[in-house]
């Protein structure tokens, strides 16, 4: 009975540090809102630029951003950040390159994975969005809401024939 109590305790302990392991990887990679609140916090600019573009100010968010970049040329949130302005301002292929940046330097950023789908449906690449939606199911080990949104956006497309996309906010 011992025995059967410490197997079962062992198994139960294994099962919760895989979960907290699980929810630590996937949050510490850069949410669907575009990336890490703790950067945001520990840098007025980028806090800044997060709370224009959470009111769709995206136009007055860029040249922040721009400035954290300059600042922190590592800062994949803030490309993140910024491409996902640039997209919603109406210039998805101009984002493409952006998001690609916070992807070489974090290439586990989830919510870049998701935006730079996005980025491509917007530009009809299907075959892009659906390479990064992959990507998204191989980092997100029991799904995620970054994989979720894109493959909706992704379904959406298909079933529509290209004609509903994800949409500039202008």
Not at 100 to 126: N, S, T, V
Request: aromatic share 6%.
């Amino acid at each position: 009975m011992k025995l059967a109590w410490n197997v079962a305790s062992r198994q139960a302990l294994l099962l919760v540090v895989g979960i907290v392991l699980v929810h630590g990887v996937a949050g510490a990679a850069g949410g669907g809102g575009g990336g890490d609140a703790g950067n945001a916090r520990q840098d007025p600019a980028l806090a800044t630029a997060v709370q224009l573009i959470q009111t769709r100010q995206y136009e007055r968010a860029v040249p922040l951003l721009e400035d954290v970049i300059r600042r922190d040329p590592r800062n994949a949130d803030a490309y993140n950040w910024l491409a996902y302005a640039t997209r919603k301002n109406g210039d998805p292929a101009k984002a493409i390159p952006i998001y690609q940046k916070a992807l070489d330097i974090d290439p586990r950023h989830l919510g870049a994975h998701e935006y730079i789908g996005e980025a491509y449906l917007a530009l009809d690449d299907l075959a892009h969005a659906k390479e990064h939606l992959k990507r998204l199911d191989k980092l997100c080990l029991f799904s995620c809401e970054e994989y979720r949104d894109l493959k909706k956006a992704v379904q959406a497309y298909e079933k529509s024939n290209g004609a509903v996309k994800p949409a500039a906010a202008r």
